[in-house]
């Protein structure tokens, strides 16, 4: 599947390889997910690919594939997320709250202070929180 080669991609660090067949996908009229999604912006994220890691995400929630992340107001919810995925929303919710320009905000968009949910751990291999340590 595409998703399984982004993957793929992402894991060897070719970030590039994996939006070409991202690209390939959509020029096929191919079904996207939140799966796919993940991969993409992980590929990005572990390659440092910043800017491109926040396109995919402002792309993934503007096409409802994030619906936990900003469910409640004020909240980042990163339960569903690994820690690269995690990592960018943290970053691109930061960046929008020290922009002056609101028009480059993505969804996420704070308006003021926000609470970062990341859990505990409960669900993580071994019980230890993956996703604090991640973003702290």
């Not at 992980?42 to 619906?67: I, K, M, Q, W």
Request: proline content about 4%.
């Amino acid at each position: 599947t595409y998703t399984a080669l982004i993957a793929a991609c992402g894991d060897g660090g070719q970030w590039e390889k994996a939006l070409e067949l991202f690209d390939e996908l959509q020029q096929r009229g191919l079904e996207r997910n939140m799966i796919l999604y993940c991969a993409l912006i992980t590929a990005c994220e572990l390659a440092g690919r910043y800017d491109e890691a926040r396109t995919l995400l402002v792309s993934g929630l503007s096409d409802g594939f994030f619906p936990t992340i900003s469910a409640k107001p004020g909240a980042l919810d990163l339960h569903d997320l690994n820690s690269a995925v995690s990592r960018t929303v943290v970053r691109s919710a930061l960046d929008d709250l020290r922009s002056e320009d609101r028009r480059n905000c993505t969804p996420l968009s704070p308006a003021g202070d926000v609470v970062i949910i990341t859990g505990r751990g409960s669900h993580s291999d071994g019980g230890e929180s993956v996703l604090r340590p991640a973003i702290e």
